[in-house]
């Protein structure tokens, strides 16, 4: 657990229980195939054999939910080969992860995702790091590294084996809470670097109150409750008044580590 001058209740930044990176950018390879074709290009509004892949962007993000879902072409001679960044496989395979709108103004706009959907780079995506457990890639090596890849000469503050430990007690709805929370909104706009974007860096500082396993339980049921309601169309008023139960929820937690 972590305290601090501007945070004093128990938390835990979010960087250590999730990775967290920008998703895929696909149009070609400036270098490699500069020219060959257009993002637009590789998206149907028709899954088929060509674009067998569940796909979204930033502007398809809202809160608690996804508005759209579009097919990415996959698996060909360019898709993924010659995408500018095309990220590691495992980022989208894994399950129980978080999306992020970026470019989202005051309001954060967070989702939770078990469809194994793809997104774009307007999205930033958030996976336990439990869920990468064993997966060795640059990507993630440049984050956080196992105990037993760091050299006799290095010390690390923290190691990757300890990252997954601490996702174990986390609850991808419990986190998706916070996240939609007001007080995550407000610690985010007082320090992010943009007005309009939040960014990776910005998420990563997020302190995430220290919450047990009870509490996690009672908030995720809100939080499916409530993206269940948005998917069946309920009223505004409804889900108004589940979201501040959530954010009340939140606050409660809050409160009780706060000395």
């Known amino acids: 657990m972590e305290r601090s001058e501007a945070n004093t209740f128990d938390y835990i930044v979010l960087e250590r229980i999730c990775y967290i990176s920008k998703g895929m950018v696909i ?3 400036e270098r490699k195939s500069q020219g060959l ?3 637009s290009d590789l998206i ?3 899954q088929d054999r060509v674009h067998p892949k569940p796909y979204i962007e930033g502007k398809d993000v809202i809160r608690w939910g996804v508005a759209r879902i579009r097919y990415l072409e996959y698996g060909t001679k360019r898709a993924p080969a010659m995408f500018s960044r095309p990220t590691f496989p495992e980022l989208w395979t894994v399950n129980n992860r978080l999306l992020a709108l970026r470019m989202c103004g005051e309001v954060p706009s967070v989702t939770f995702d078990d469809r194994h959907l793809m997104a774009n780079h307007t999205v930033i995506v958030f996976v336990p790091w439990r869920e990468l457990s064993g997966i060795h890639n640059k990507s993630i090596k440049k984050t956080a590294k196992y105990r ?3 050299k006799l000469s290095q010390s690390l503050t923290f190691y990757r ?13 419990y986190l ?5 929370s007001t007080f ?3 610690f985010l706009n007082e320090r992010r670097s943009s007005k309009l974007d939040i960014y990776p860096d910005d998420w990563k500082q997020l302190p995430i109150p220290v919450a047990s396993k009870d509490e996690q339980h009672a908030i995720s049921r809100l939080v499916t409750k409530l993206c269940e309601s948005i998917q069946s169309g309920a009223k505004s008023t409804e889900l108004s008044t589940i979201e501040a139960k959530i954010d009340a929820a939140v606050n409660d937690v809050i409160r009780r580590t706060s000395r």
């Open 27 to 29: 149009h070609c390879n």
């Open 37 to 39: 074709f257009r993002s």
């Open 44 to 46: 149907s509004d028709i």
């Open 148 to 150: 037993k890849e760091v």
């Open 161 to 173: 084996d300890e990252y997954e430990e601490i996702s174990k007690h986390y609850d991808p709805k």
């Open 176 to 180: 998706l809470a916070v996240m939609n």
């Open 184 to 186: 995550a909104r407000n």
